[in-house]
């Protein structure tokens, strides 16, 4: 994306809230034009009032008194006005891109998150989003006032006396060229400082996420030491902004006191030859805090320019990232199919990857078949059946639902149309009834009452404290592994899909716990078409066909009587798992 473009992306988010916006920038206006009414008053003060007759001045005071004190009250409600509405409106604005990012991440395919980590891409939502929400508040009010002060008071103090105006206005140039300098030295250290705190974000998350593994290893020291590397790099990325960052301050701070220094021994000496009143150096030096407070106003904006450009710009690196799989623009919504599959000389290899991991691929399943995939570790069963649903899309040939590509449907309408049961049991964090309902949103308590019976869970549930109302934890923490399996298969009962799959739903379940997600599954796979990758090959001798994979492709393919007869790799694989379970029996 051009810089153009990048800032008519800031900008356009703006929008929204022009009205908020406008009415911010004009009370950050009139709280700057009373900072320059008041010096303004004390002059005339100094200056007219005093030589007054007592009366006359007596009354004039308080009626200037009473004006400046009003004049401040305004500014005390355009200071509220500015910093209330002003955050308000950065974040509604930072909702606004959490909400799109967010939104965008849900499109995003599995090949993206296979080379992504969690915890980088949640900075991305929190850490950055809450800077750029700071930019964009303070970013054009800071603007905005520093110009009309330094402006406001160039022009009085000109008015005032000139020679001492260029005086002051000496240093401006240097201090410009100074902030310029420093600017583009901090900008890549603050880019550096948000990479090295994504990274300790995604150190965290996976440390946390597998704090039991960690526990059951010992593992607490090792898992320091790297922590430990990871915030020393991020120490180290920013002592190089910090010393920028100091050198920016330093030199400015200093060079803005050199201006009052300046102005201060100027003005002493025209008043000794005369051509200069004291109660104008008194005005000038009022006014020169409007003249230089700008300048330290932009050290403070420079640093948050920084920190939220090199956000927005890491934003708008995901927002960039095009979706590899979405619906084509002639995409069908399907409702209904019957659930006849067909794979035509399909072929599939990862990013990155030239190896072909399915080559050549043909498969037919009849509608309310079932279908067992077995065979070694990585050949590629797992990634047969992930291409139904496309979360990953075929390198080569085609895979049709009823005779339709599933290219040609639209991806909720196909993803409505399959439902998985998984090895690995994702459940969130909530209760037992919230996690059943994520089948089927907007189903009924009853409803999602009969999946449960249907799925053998019924009984379990109503033993839990509060039932269906039980808080399971993160990932369903306080629950057992065939517990767990059996929500998920309430989840799918409630959803109600014509085709099914099941990846190893069994195998790391104990002989118990097994028979009864067993039951449950056969009870779900009537009269569907249901494709089931098995490890434990006791599952699947019902199965009305089998299918070997071998890293050659569909090795062998029949009942499972048929398979044992041919004595090929299936029969090989039987008695091997066999003899195994014989000998752990013995």
């Not at 395919?109 to 929400?133: A, C, E, H, P």
Request: with cysteine.
């Amino acid at each position: 994306m051009t810089n153009r473009n990048k800032w008519k992306k800031f900008f356009s988010y703006y929008r929204p809230y022009r009205g908020l916006f406008f009415s911010d920038m004009f009370f950050a206006i009139l709280g700057a034009g009373i900072t320059l009414a008041i010096p303004l008053i004390v002059r005339y003060i100094t200056n007219y009032v005093v030589n007054m007759e007592t009366d006359e001045a007596f009354r004039t005071i308080i009626r200037l008194g009473i004006m400046m004190f009003g004049l401040v009250l305004i500014e005390c409600f355009c200071n509220f006005y500015i910093t209330f509405f002003g955050h308000m409106m950065g974040a509604k604005m930072e909702f606004d891109m959490r909400n799109e990012i967010f939104a965008h991440y849900q499109k995003l395919s599995f090949t993206f998150y296979d080379n992504q980590k969690v915890g980088q891409l949640m900075s991305r939502v929190t850490n950055d989003l809450f800077d750029i929400s700071e930019l964009f508040h303070h970013g054009p009010e800071d603007v905005v006032i520093s110009l009309i002060k330094f402006t406001g008071s160039f022009i009085i103090l000109a008015g005032v006396n000139i020679k001492l105006t260029a005086v002051a206005f000496l240093f401006v140039p240097v201090m410009a060229i100074y902030a310029f300098y420093f600017n583009g030295r901090m900008k890549s250290a603050f880019r550096q400082n948000r990479a090295k705190i994504a990274e300790i974000n995604a150190q965290i998350e996976d440390n946390l996420s597998g704090i039991r593994v960690v526990k059951s290893f010992a593992n607490e020291d090792i898992e320091l030491a790297k922590f430990n590397e990871g915030n020393s790099r991020f120490v180290e990325s920013k002592r190089n902004s910090y010393r920028y960052l100091g050198a920016f301050h330093s030199g400015l701070g200093g060079m803005t006191t050199m201006v009052t220094i300046g102005v201060l021994i100027s003005g002493a000496l025209f008043i000794t030859q005369g051509s200069m009143r004291i109660t104008d150096l008194i005005t000038f030096l009022l006014y020169i805090n409007n003249f230089t407070e700008p300048v330290k106003k932009l050290m403070t904006f420079t640093e948050q320019f920084q920190n939220g450009y090199s956000g927005f710009e890491r934003f708008l690196e995901i927002i960039a990232v095009e979706p590899d799989i979405k619906d084509s623009e002639n995409a069908a919504e399907v409702e209904h199919v019957n659930g006849e599959i067909e794979f035509r000389g399909v072929s599939f290899s990862y990013e990155d990857n030239a190896e072909k991991v399915l080559d050549g691929i043909d498969l037919h399943v009849n509608a309310g078949e079932y279908i067992a995939l077995v065979g070694s570790s990585g050949a590629g069963k797992t990634t047969l059946c992930s291409l139904i649903p496309r979360f990953y899309d075929v390198s080569g040939g085609s895979i049709s639902i009823d005779g339709m590509d599933i290219r040609e449907m639209k991806l909720k309408s196909l993803r409505n149309l399959v439902g998985m049961v998984q090895q690995d049991v994702y459940l969130f964090a909530g209760t037992v009834i919230d996690n059943i309902l994520y089948g089927k949103p907007g189903a009924t308590r009853e409803e999602a009452v009969e999946a449960a019976k249907n799925a053998n869970a019924h009984d379990f549930i109503m033993g839990l404290p509060k039932g269906y109302d039980t808080d399971i934890g993160q990932r369903g923490i306080k629950l057992s592994g065939g517990q767990k399996q059996r929500l998920s298969i309430a989840r799918v009962f409630l959803k109600n899909p014509p085709i099914l799959i099941f990846d190893e739903a069994t195998s790391a379940l104990d002989n118990e716990s097994e028979k009864v997600v067993q039951d449950s599954l056969e009870k779900l796979a009537k009269n569907r078409t249901t494709l089931v990758i098995a490890h434990r090959l006791s599952t699947i001798r019902n199965a009305q066909k089998i299918l070997v994979l071998t890293d050659e492709g569909i090795a062998e393919q029949g009942t499972h009587d048929e398979l044992i007869r041919k004595k090929g790799v299936y029969e090989g694989l039987y008695h091997m798992q066999f003899e195994r379970n014989q000998s752990l029996a013995e």
